[in-house]
């Protein structure tokens, strides 16, 4: 049996792994970041690294260090009811309902909509969005062949094309650090902390660490240490090149803001400055890079959500899951960017402290004998604070007043919680009760030895 493999294959799996979660979500929100920061831009951009590429590299390691065969496996600690619930929920989530969907909108609208007549763009999203899953559906086919076509084809071509952009803005700025906007002038590292949620890559690494350990496995590493130890290689190499990419986007987002001004979203800080540096040509150059990085994410998404739906009902073949979650993606794509953003971040404001908690769980579970019980009251207590931020978040969003029974927790957590106007008011609670249940935990699994 292998405990290690050549460093060629870390840097393959790690290609790999860095192109699934590197969609076109992962260029905007930096580059927004970057407008918006300004001359605060260093502690923003350190706060969206730790969620941004902290959480998901913990994401991925923590199904390694687990050993859990899936995710499903993982989260049955706390319930086998729960763990199908949260599992096949998070992966409808990145998956066809709003993740996968996301990554054809994104690419069309930032790389192919300004040469589209507005007549012809419902259109030509149709004929883009079908070509696009098209391609999704034909590399999403046979999953054995992902590390060869993602990883070592489609995401060294985003690195390259990304990186002379940047390269070329670090010698030759367009302009100079403006002053920050109103977020970002008092507690800049707290507003990048909570802007990385919005990569969605916390919770998609949770599904991507399950297709790394297959991989994995498949080049020969079958101990648990040595899986453990290729999961945190090959997370390195991803997180690496993530995080050298986030800082020169975010960073040719700040340079942008004296010559073109601030832009509602981070999309067209990428197309004003592939046009200001390099004309006609950086046109193609975002396109390309966009279309690679969505591509990539959505081969990812289509195959782990086929995956798991196939493990959970064996009856329906991988094909038959891969097709129709291409069809679902293809059919909500073609409502518009706008609509899928809109119903998608209630439910990552109830998802995400779900996933953080699960993940932290996983790492801490020696220390209380993985006991069911502690699973279940942290989970518990994070479960009532995250459903109303789901909730309370659908009714800001769509501007609809608070039912009476809503106004009143709202009003309950926003006196009493630490940070719940940040969306941070899960987190002291969650610590508490770990910390209570797991105390109360060894301190009954000692008595017996002592009496």
């Not at 803005?169 to 507690?187: I, K, R, V």
């Not at 209380?368 to 800001?396: C, E, P, Q």
């Amino acid at each position: 049996m292998k405990e290690k493999l050549p460093f060629s294959s870390y840097l393959a799996i790690g290609f790999m792994l860095f192109a699934l979660f590197f969609g076109a979500g992962n260029l905007i929100f930096p580059a927004s970041l970057g407008q918006n920061a300004g001359e605060n831009l260093w502690p923003a951009v350190f706060g969206f690294l730790i969620t941004g590429t902290g959480l998901p590299f913990l994401g991925v390691l923590a199904m390694g260090f687990s050993g859990s065969r899936n995710l499903q496996e993982l989260a049955s600690r706390v319930h086998p009811v729960y763990a199908v619930f949260f599992t096949a929920l998070l992966y409808l989530t990145i998956g066809p309902f709003f993740a996968t969907p996301r990554t054809a909108t994104v690419a069309y609208d930032i790389g192919f909509v300004p040469y589209v007549s507005e007549d012809m763009q419902q259109i030509g999203l149709i004929i883009f969005s079908f070509l696009f899953f098209a391609i999704t559906l034909w590399l999403s086919l046979n999953p054995s062949k992902i590390v060869d076509r993602v990883g070592k084809m489609l995401a060294p071509g985003i690195v390259i094309l990304l990186g002379v952009l940047i390269i070329v803005a670090l010698f030759n700025p367009m302009g100079s650090f403006q002053s920050p906007q109103e977020a970002y002038t008092s507690g800049a590292f707290m507003k990048g902390f909570t802007e990385g949620y919005n990569t969605m890559d916390a919770i998609a690494a949770l599904a991507f660490g399950i297709i790394v350990i297959h991989a994995i496995k498949g080049m020969g590493v079958t101990t648990k240490k040595g899986i453990l130890n290729a999961t945190l290689k090959t997370g390195l190499v991803a997180v690496v090149l993530l995080s050298v990419i986030y800082v020169g986007i975010a960073y040719l987002g700040a340079i942008s803001v004296e010559r073109f001004g601030i832009f509602e979203t981070g999309g067209p800080v990428l197309s004003s400055a592939s046009d200001y540096y390099f004309g006609g040509l950086g046109a193609v150059i975002l396109a390309i890079i966009l279309l690679l990085a969505c591509l990539t994410t959505s081969i990812g998404l289509v195959t782990a959500c086929a995956e798991y739906f196939h493990t959970l009902l064996p009856n329906i073949s991988y094909k038959t899951y891969a097709v129709i979650f291409t069809l679902i993606s293809f059919t909500i794509a073609n409502f518009g960017l706008a609509n899928i953003i809109n119903y998608s971040i209630p439910v990552l404001m109830f998802l995400y402290p779900l996933a953080i908690v699960l993940v932290l769980l996983a790492f801490l579970s020696p220390l209380f004998n993985h006991s069911k019980w502690v699973y279940r009251a942290v989970i518990a207590v994070t479960f009532l604070i995250s459903i109303v931020d789901g909730i309370k978040t659908f009714y800001d969003i769509f501007e609809i007043t608070y039912p009476t029974w809503l106004a009143s927790i709202v009003s309950f957590y926003d006196r009493y919680l630490p940070a719940y106007t940040e969306g941070l008011g899960w987190l002291l609670p969650a610590l508490i009760v770990l910390v209570i249940t797991a105390v109360l935990v060894r301190m009954a699994n000692q008595r017996p030895a002592e009496s």
